[in-house]
């Protein structure tokens, strides 16, 4: 049994408790969490902490296999630029170093994480997650944009997902975007999709130019697909309408849903999403430092805070974030906004990650019989509890 307390607890589920306690088992189930009104009493066995108790943190996107090319592609080239270089350099193998993997699965449990939602296009990152102490579920991501690709890519997809399943780790298939995912590949994973009663996670709304792409077939996305990729775009044609209603009508209502970046997500595709989905299995995945990196832009999170949208956060790859932390994130966020609580930072990179991957079972919060691990938060502002550019995370707990 361990003894914890801290200048605040943030449990994730409920309001901060000052000078709480947690009792945890070795194994680090949580066994009670006391309210001490503010008032704690010395005792024997006690740790004490100057700073906030949080539960560890979920990343709810990443893409390990990406970690090779950290600090290898320039910042603010947008979209369009950022796809083109992953494009020339994801294969490089003067670039490939077996070790980047393990050293970014490591630099994230040293960062308090304790449970991922990562994109894989390959079985290149299985490994280092069989052997992980941290929980992964993978999204194997289908793209294929001509509709002659069909088979082919969603056969591709299904087999990454068989070898990561043979291993013994969550995993589902899922679309990569909207411009990437002819309509008839969306449907393969549609049917796919409501047979497994799966996780879907999808890249929405990252850069403007996906707008561009879909109304009038130009811009720097139909660039990269002509150009980098050398693609045949004969059959486009320009789209009418609201482009998330027609990512959503591709997409099972009844399956849980992640829609990752959401830059430029408008009150208007709100209330779309709301029309089309049901708002308890939706989950909205912010990487801040990642659309920093890439666009230099944020998407509304006031907006987002109004509208009560289940909101998530992740890191994005080393390819597009100069780390992978949550805590970073949520540092981010909270200079660029300061009226978020801490309080909603700790839900958001805490159990709602864990409700959105359907691990809140075990991880998430600070309540009986779940096993989320105990970060300690430094650096804070305890008098007004913002964080602040000095916090730093230290694992007191990792899951068992
Ligand atoms: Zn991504």
Redesign the pocket.
Known sequence: MRKISATFIFPGNRPPLKNGILICEDDGTIAEITDTGGMLREQAGLEYYSGILVPGFVNS?C?LELSHLKGKIPERKGLGGFLGEINKLRNDENLLDPLALKKADFQMQHSGTVAVGD?SNSISSLEVKRTSKLYYHTFTEAFGFHPSRVEKAFSIAKFVESMFHEAGLSVSVTPHSSYSVSETLFKRIKDNALSDNSILSI?NQESIAEEMFFKSCSGPILNHLQHNLGLDVSHLKPKRGSMLHWVLSLLPKENQLLL?HNTYTSQSDISVIKENRNPENTYFVL?PNSNLYIEDQLPPVPLFQNEKLNLCLGT??LASNHQLSVLQEMITLQQHFPDITLHELVTWACLNGARALRIDHRYGSFERGKNPGINLITGADLQHLKLTSACRVKVLQQPA
């Open positions: 996107h893409h994109v890249h990752v990487c994005d790859s």
